[in-house]
């Protein structure tokens, strides 16, 4: 039974939405505030968040990244904005349902998100049993990965290794120059499919249905965002250049 947190301060919508899930088959943990929230997901082990964002305690939105490190987030908002949204899923959320919705809409967006992380677990248990690190393919339909110098990248058996990079996929952590670098999911699977694959430039189709395992909409700039906000993190560590943009292509480690 697939067990999801939902992190709502409304009494009555939480009830709403908690009762209806646990008709169909899940079970449903619930908080009122933020910092419950924060409290019951590092105390147990969640398929899935629905997050509010304006909780009293600590807000939703300081919880969006810590949140989806480890677990796919469906945010429920009252806010409408595109900046707010943007936002919130360049911060690692899945998706964003504005309020009011229909419970049966959220079913189904919970069970699309669900499907999409088995299916990733089932790919990262297929990759693992079959090939090595420097032995994984790319992606199911295009070309292998280029083959690049030993010096640039090697893979090991829990992490992978650029430069001054290092990427351990097993706990979803990332050092540049020997310092921790806080990534959101999807920054992190960004660069892990550059690094797995350095000397290939990668559209931003391809990046995005490797991180969001879903269709590219061509007008998104999602991952112009989210380029744009690892440069930043890796700033500090003198390594943001790494990240080369190919114009008219796509990105590149150089």
Not at 145 to 174: F, I, V
Not at 209 to 230: F, M, R
Request: charge should be negative; charged fraction near 25%.
């Amino acid at each position: 039974m697939k067990h999801l947190l939902i992190v709502e301060d409304d009494a009555e919508n939480n009830q709403m939405i908690a009762e209806y899930l646990e008709t169909q088959g899940y079970k449903c943990t619930q908080a009122y505030s933020g910092s419950e929230g924060k409290l019951l997901f590092e105390m147990q082990s969640f398929d899935l968040v629905l997050l509010d964002l304006m909780l009293p305690g600590i807000g939703g939105d300081e919880l969006v990244s810590l949140f989806s490190r480890k677990t796919p987030v469906i945010v429920l908002s009252a806010r409408s904005g595109l900046d707010s949204k943007v936002q919130v899923l360049s911060d690692g959320a899945e998706d964003y349902i504005c309020k009011p919705f229909d419970l049966r809409e959220l079913l189904v967006r919970i069970q699309v998100q669900l499907r999409r992380q088995n299916r990733k677990m089932e790919e990262g248990h297929s990759m693992e049993e079959g090939h090595s690190m420097e032995e994984r393919p790319s992606m199911e339909g295009k070309s292998p990965m280029e083959a690049s110098s030993a010096a640039d990248w090697k893979g090991s058996e829990c992490a992978y290794h650029y430069r001054e990079w290092t990427l351990n996929p097993d706990t979803w952590e990332m050092t540049a120059g020997g310092v921790p670098v806080v990534l959101t999911k999807h920054e992190f699977l960004i660069l892990e499919l550059l690094i797995r694959n350095p000397k290939r430039v990668f559209s931003k189709q391809m990046i995005y249905e490797y991180a969001w395992g879903e269709d590219y909409l061509a007008e998104d700039k999602t991952i112009n965002v989210h380029i744009s906000n690892i440069r930043s993190k890796l700033k500090e560590s003198g390594t943001d250049a790494y990240i080369q943009t190919v114009w008219g292509m796509g990105f590149k480690l150089c």
